[in-house]
């Protein structure tokens, strides 16, 4: 690949095979470089084909305007996240991540630290993910020498989960809501509370992110029309399960107008029945 134009060391403009325009990232790729010269593509840890993104010129905006350190710091994060979630994520990371880290660094400077409201559900409900955020600023405090506060790391982390469900921010904060809302009806159903250190538990939560994503994503769908013939052995067998997920179906319905099928109606009472109560 020939470098048609370079934005910093670590990131070209070029074209691939097929003639796309597409931007190319990697350490130290257009070091000592100009353009019409050749890359290393050894070095290339990152593509964008800028037809196939919703805003190309944000991106480009961002890796021209931010500093390099900056940039290779998002990448960082953004491969250890893939690795630890063992998944893609959505490129509209990279600018979002990259406008957050580089604004969240100018504010700590100046003396300006924001409290993430939903610190403690992110804690709860995304724990990998905020362990992603943790490894962010601890990335930070290494590279510019300033400890930011955890509520930081949730801030990242929300980023994140934007990516892996790719929703908008404002979504994931309603789906965190929305989590928060189902365990509570869970906890208050049976008056206890729930060992959140569990696989069970992170399975019931897990559920519910991605009921909620089908909710605010606007992902409906009609009923299922076919009625699940274990739900009557499930009434039976597991019957404070199964009256708690009537609670649960009543709720979403009156205030998101979203009606659970029979098989999203099984599972919730499913995981609700395999909680482990401490």
Partial sequence: MLIRKILNNNVIITYDVNGREIVVMGKGIAYGKKNGDCIDTQKVTKKFILSSMEYPDRLIDALSSISPDCIELCDDIIQYAKHKLSSELDDSLYISLLDHI??????????????????????????????????????IKEKYGLTLLDDEAGFIALHIISAELSNDIQDIYEITEFIQSIVNITKYYFMCNFDTDTLQYFQFITLLKFLGHRIFSKDFKPPTLIKNNLLDIIEINYTEPYLCSIKIKEFIGQKYNYQLDDDEFLYITIYIANLPKI
């Fill in 102 to 139: 580089s604004t969240s660094i100018e504010r700590y400077k100046n003396g300006v630290k924001l409290k993430n409201k939903l610190l403690w559900e992110i804690k709860q409900f995304y724990k990998n993910e905020y362990e992603i955020g943790q490894y962010g600023i601890a990335m």
